[in-house]
């Protein structure tokens, strides 16, 4: 856990002073991954930097697990956390293996155990010690160098990874491997991490809470979805984008918005005459068909009109099933892409268990703005 109190840093004496950071208050909790978020020069890596002791508080207090950063020995602090920055932090003259091992040997770790652990770390960020050892930063792409960076980060296993844009330097589809690869190793390690970004993609995506930074001021603390729906001001909502309904429904999955008990279900034994008329009845358009509880697809009214059989033969299958897990965003486009209104969905055993349609969708990112509507009013007031 780290903590900000009333922290400020002013750069610079006399008229030519910067407030970097104005009274700054928040706690990052223990496991979690707390996003930076900001335009440039909003004051991320200069809270980065007063945490790790690399820049002097002006006033406040820092703690980690309840102790204050600046009654500890600046190296042990160091030592607690582990520092990732863009790739261009490491060491071109020395090998993979000797930029790992910068923190274990300043900590006196002995030989076998250091390369031991090299080992552990090349294959914890998916690079192959025999390929990756003895070669120097520049024989490896963008997005290595990024990995040997967060494995330098992790070498001396720090409670804690501070790291200032690790990813920015790495063309898109790199980034989104690497940054899935970080999710499922923080999901095993389990590090509390001070993670900058200015990329509110990246932010949603890796973080469990974001602080948002305006001029060195936290703006807004919240998790991604509360930053994406109750925006606290303009500079939030402005700063979150346009194209924001898309990432609430990145956000929201199937699970959301599941309707368990349709009522225009039919049998796959039923009659068409029959179905046609319980479909009536229930004013829908369209019928889902199950047969021993799996979906086999949808008949619609007009196809039935003209039938007597079972509707199991005229059913249509839907080109995709979705499962509780998929995004809405993914749900959409796929709507649009098999122009299909709605979608089954199904367990892993392949039983039904609900549907998604179009207008839940619509409403689910309707209701996401009237929050925001309501929001921005009390502010308007206050
Ligand atoms: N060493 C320094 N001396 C003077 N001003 C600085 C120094 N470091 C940062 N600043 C200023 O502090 C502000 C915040 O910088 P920084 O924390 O690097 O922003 P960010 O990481 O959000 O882009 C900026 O106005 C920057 O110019
Ligand atoms: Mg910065």
Same mark, same amino acid.
């Given at each position: 856990?780290? /903590?900000?109190?009333?922290?400020?840093? =002013?750069?610079?004496?006399? =008229?030519?002073?910067?407030?970097?950071?104005?009274?700054?208050?928040?706690?990052?909790?223990?496991?979690?991954?707390?996003?930076?978020?900001?335009?440039?020069?909003?004051?991320?890596? /200069?809270?980065?930097?007063?945490?790790?002791?690399?820049?002097?508080?002006?006033?406040?207090?820092? /703690?980690?697990?309840?102790?204050?950063?600046?009654?500890?020995?600046?190296?042990?602090?160091?030592?607690?956390?582990?520092?990732?920055?863009?790739?261009?932090?490491?060491?071109? !003259?020395?090998?993979?293996?000797?930029?790992?091992?910068?923190?274990?040997?300043?900590?006196?770790?002995?030989?076998?155990?250091?390369?031991?652990?090299?080992?552990?770390?090349?294959?914890?960020? !998916?690079?192959?010690?025999?390929?990756?050892?003895?070669?120097?930063?520049?024989?490896?792409?963008?997005?290595?160098?990024?990995?040997?960076?967060?494995?330098?980060?992790?070498?001396?296993?720090?409670?804690?990874?501070?790291?200032?844009?690790?990813?920015?330097?790495?063309?898109?589809?790199?980034?989104?491997?690497?940054?899935?690869?970080?999710?499922?190793?923080?999901?095993?390690?389990?590090?509390?991490?001070?993670?900058?970004? $200015?990329?509110?993609?990246?932010?949603?995506?890796?973080?469990?809470? =974001?602080?948002?930074?305006?001029?060195?001021?936290?703006?807004?603390?919240?998790?991604?979805?509360? &930053?994406?729906?109750?925006?606290?001001?303009?500079?939030?909502?402005?700063?979150?984008?346009?194209?924001?309904?898309?990432?609430?429904?990145?956000?929201?999955?199937?699970?959301?918005? =599941? !309707?368990?008990?349709?009522?225009?279900?039919?049998?796959?034994?039923?009659?068409?005459?029959?179905?046609? $008329?319980?479909?009536?009845?229930?004013?829908?358009?369209?019928?889902?068909?199950?047969?021993?509880?799996?979906?086999?697809?949808?008949?619609?009214?007009?196809?039935?009109?003209?039938?007597?059989?079972?509707?199991?033969?005229?059913?249509?299958?839907?080109?995709?099933?979705?499962?509780?897990?998929?995004?809405?965003?993914?749900?959409?486009?796929?709507?649009?892409?098999?122009?299909?209104?709605?979608?089954?969905?199904?367990?892993?055993?392949?039983?039904?268990?609900?549907?998604?349609?179009?207008?839940? &969708?619509?409403?689910?990112?309707?209701?996401?703005?009237?929050?925001?509507?309501?929001?921005?009013?009390?502010?308007?007031?206050?």
């Amino acid at each position: 856990m780290i /903590t900000y109190e009333s922290v400020t840093k =002013i750069f610079g004496k006399g =008229i030519n002073t910067v407030t970097a950071l104005d009274n700054v208050s928040f706690t990052i909790p223990k496991g979690e991954v707390v996003v930076f978020l900001g335009p440039s020069g909003c004051g991320k890596t /200069t809270t980065l930097r007063l945490t790790n002791r690399l820049e002097t508080l002006t006033r406040g207090i820092i /703690t980690i697990e309840d102790k204050n950063i600046m009654d500890m020995d600046v190296v042990q602090l160091r030592q607690q956390l582990g520092y990732v920055i863009q790739a261009i932090g490491l060491f071109p !003259n020395k090998t993979i293996a000797e930029n790992i091992a910068v923190v274990p040997k300043l900590l006196r770790w002995d030989e076998e155990r250091i390369s031991k652990r090299i080992d552990e770390l090349l294959q914890m960020t !998916n690079l192959d010690p025999e390929l990756y050892r003895d070669r120097y930063p520049a024989e490896l792409s963008g997005g290595q160098q990024q990995r040997v960076g967060v494995a330098r980060g992790l070498a001396a296993d720090p409670k804690i990874l501070l790291m200032d844009e690790p990813f920015g330097a790495i063309d898109p589809i790199n980034r989104e491997e690497i940054q899935n690869e970080f999710l499922k190793l923080q999901a095993k390690l389990n590090k509390t991490v001070a993670f900058v970004s $200015h990329d509110i993609h990246e932010a949603i995506k890796m973080g469990d809470r =974001i602080a948002i930074f305006e001029k060195g001021r936290l703006v807004q603390y919240d998790t991604p979805e509360m &930053i994406l729906t109750q925006p606290k001001n303009k500079f939030v909502s402005d700063f979150v984008g346009a194209d924001r309904a898309l990432k609430v429904l990145g956000l929201m999955r199937v699970s959301d918005i =599941i !309707n368990r008990k349709p009522k225009n279900i039919l049998q796959g034994a039923d009659r068409s005459p029959d179905a046609l $008329h319980s479909l009536g009845v229930k004013e829908s358009s369209y019928g889902i068909v199950l047969e021993q509880n799996k979906p086999l697809g949808f008949v619609t009214q007009k196809t039935l009109k003209y039938e007597d059989g079972p509707v199991r033969d005229v059913v249509e299958s839907y080109p995709i099933f979705l499962s509780e897990k998929t995004p809405l965003r993914d749900v959409l486009s796929s709507m649009l892409m098999y122009n299909t209104p709605t979608f089954c969905v199904v367990d892993g055993e392949k039983n039904f268990a609900g549907t998604v349609t179009y207008n839940d &969708i619509q409403k689910a990112v309707k209701a996401s703005y009237a929050d925001e509507t309501e929001n921005v009013e009390t502010e308007v007031v206050s």
